[in-house]
């Protein structure tokens, strides 16, 4: 069975830092490009970080540029989230699309085939 599995998150307060991870369970994690995407109650799903299979191509929604990274090795994604703010609160998921350049990254969700569960992330004082 293709999974993919995120760990981390939880509650902060604003200006503090959290960071997820995402692993993959019946495929290989780095033949796929993976995004992060999030959602907050009542709102859409919206991409916040995605980066290519190489690593080398990443993208970020403007709201979190110069606050949140996207790394990856050969197992793993990483996104590492520093200066939260409340409104970075919602359900974090990770997702692969399999990708068959090295450098292709997306934001669009409709191009991700595999999902996470989710985890919650709530940034409050």
């Known amino acids: 069975q293709l999974q993919v599995v995120e760990s981390g998150g939880g509650l902060a307060q604003p200006g503090g830092s959290l960071s997820l991870s995402c692993a993959a369970s019946g495929f290989a994690l780095e033949d796929y490009a993976i995004g992060w995407f999030r959602q907050a109650p009542g709102l859409e799903r919206e991409g916040v970080a995605c980066i290519s299979k190489s690593g080398i191509g990443t993208n970020y929604r403007d709201s979190v540029k110069g606050r949140f990274t996207i790394a990856r090795d050969n197992h793993r994604v990483y996104l590492y989230m520093n200066s939260l703010k409340p409104e970075d609160t919602g359900i974090y998921y990770c997702?692969?699309?399999?990708?068959?350049?090295?450098?292709?990254?997306?934001?669009?969700?409709?191009?991700?085939?595999?999902w996470g569960q989710g985890t919650q992330v709530t940034v409050s004082s």
């Open positions: 997702a692969a699309s399999w990708a068959s350049g090295s450098t292709w990254y997306t934001l669009e969700r409709g191009e991700y085939s595999y």
